[in-house]
């Protein structure tokens, strides 16, 4: 089992910056993937960012060029730095943890929230 803790959430004003962290208890396997997903009032669940065991990453259109994920596979944890938060990057922040096809796993933290004031 896998349990995962975001913190860093909160309330900044618009070109603000935030950090957002997870630390997973348990074991995370190099293959596992580590990324972050937000949901907004009444918007469906969307994918932020992911980071590979191999660290190659990927980003949602949206954030490019303002949010970097990066991960400490000693510590167990994933980070997001968020700069340029815009009014629109409000949301619940979730980690996640998936494995490979060959060893399945999907795990969600609890979720942080982020709220970007104008």
């Known amino acids: 089992q896998v349990q995962l803790v975001e913190s860093g959430g909160g309330l900044v004003q618009a070109g603000g910056s935030l950090r957002l962290s997870c630390a997973a208890s348990g074991s995370i396997f190099s293959d596992n993937a580590m990324g972050w997903y937000r949901q907004a009032p009444g918007k469906q669940r969307e994918l932020v960012a992911v980071?590979?065991?191999?660290?190659?990453?990927n980003y949602a259109d949206s954030v490019k060029g303002r949010f970097t994920i990066s991960r400490d596979n000693a510590k167990n944890t994933v980070y997001l730095r968020m700069n340029n938060l815009k009014p629109e990057d409000t949301a619940v922040y979730y980690c996640r943890v998936t494995g490979s096809y060959y060893r399945p796993r999907d795990y969600w933290g609890q979720g942080t929230q982020v709220t970007v004031s104008s």
């Open positions: 980071i590979a065991g191999g660290g190659t990453t």
